[in-house]
């Protein structure tokens, strides 16, 4: 799956537009590497997300398509 549409699904970040344009700015890091909103999530990657001052770092538990808003939060872990 995609890193924008990951973000999204997964309710880290709210619009998968704001999530592409994060990856653009290079806001966004995958396992200590900056990554293009085309980057493909696997099970086991970190997530870094720069949000103004403060960083938010994910490990990726699960990757779906589509998940109800009660199950999004089992879809990572935060470190």
């Known amino acids: 799956m ?10 880290l970040i709210k619009r998968r537009t704001v999530a592409n344009e994060a990856c653009d700015a290079g806001r966004v890091a995958v396992n200590g590497k900056t990554a293009r ?11 870094e997300i720069a949000f103004g001052n403060k960083t938010v770092k994910a490990e990726v538990l699960k990757v779906a398509e589509t998940v109800k808003k009660d199950e999004a939060a089992d879809m990572f872990k935060l470190v």
């Open 2 to 11: 995609r890193l924008d549409k990951y973000l999204k699904v997964s309710r």
């Open 37 to 47: 909103a085309s980057y493909d999530v696997k099970v086991g990657d970190v997530i």
